[in-house]
């Protein structure tokens, strides 16, 4: 079973230009999360897909953030423009459901976003 | 509000030697625990979780026990290894819910031989 992809590996682009970050899950995961580790500190949650809705965005920076999940299966992270400050790494997790013994999250390799 | 606490890296050991990561939580409720490591070139992978307190997950030779009275989850070994090297990150989240992961800063680990 493949597990969870992250597209790019390494991104590196100039301040104003706009990237998107992409996130295959583990089939059959309906929870689709986005987290981000700034500067070696503490991974921090950003946003919660239940199949194709966003359950929960608190974490989302700011409104140069944007996320989708059509269809429920892949999803995209979409930072327009980009800014110094959102270099780091974008990982992506899954997870089956809420119910006990599935709701453990599955990491991607993560996406290292350099802004210059 | 939640958050977790991890003791600063990097930890530096001589292969063989006891490791302990402490790790302390603040929770409203009561948590699930988790010890995620990364390593180099890699994603996070689970290392080993608790549900409840006096639970102790296990998983290669890692342990932590989930301590309600100290709040805490150290994850220890007995006797570490080169390959051991990497980032550990320690979590809580809310099962039954709608549970993001809340980590701690990361402490990374290396090992030489």
């Known amino acids: 079973e493949a597990g969870v992809t992250q597209f790019p590996s390494h991104s590196v682009i100039e301040k104003g230009q706009t990237v998107t970050l992409r996130c295959d899950p583990i089939?059959?995961?309906?929870?689709l999360y986005w987290y981000r580790r700034v500067m070696g500190k503490e991974i921090k949650f950003l946003l919660h897909?239940?199949?194709?809705?966003?359950?929960?965005e608190s974490g989302m920076p700011n409104n140069r953030f944007l996320a989708e999940r059509t269809g429920g299966t892949y999803s995209t992270l979409k930072v327009q423009p980009a800014e110094l400050e959102d270099s780091g790494v974008y990982f992506c997790?899954?997870?089956?459901?809420?119910?006990?013994?599935?709701?453990?999250?599955?990491f991607g390799a993560g996406t290292r976003l350099s802004v210059l | 509000g939640n958050s977790v606490t991890q003791m600063e890296g990097p930890v530096t050991l001589s292969e063989e030697a006891f490791l302990t990561i402490n790790c302390t939580y603040t929770?409203?409720?009561?948590?699930?625990l988790f010890w995620y490591v990364q390593y180099p070139g890699e994603g996070l992978q689970l290392l080993l979780k608790?549900?409840?307190?006096?639970d102790k997950g296990s998983n290669k030779g890692f342990e932590a026990t989930y301590r309600k009275e100290t709040t805490s989850f150290h994850l220890e070994k007995g006797s570490v290894q080169v390959s051991d090297s990497a980032v550990y990150f320690c979590?809580?989240?809310?099962?039954?819910?709608?549970?993001?992961?809340?980590f701690g800063a990361g402490t990374r680990l290396a090992v030489h031989p």
């Open positions: 997790a899954s997870s089956q459901d809420q119910t006990s013994g599935r709701y453990i999250q599955y």
């Open positions: 089939s059959g995961h309906d929870n």
């Open positions: 897909f239940v199949k194709e809705s966003k359950q929960d």
């Open positions: 929770a409203t409720g009561y948590p699930s």
């Open positions: 608790a549900t409840k307190a006096d």
């Open positions: 979590a809580l989240t809310f099962s039954g819910g709608y549970n993001k992961l809340i």
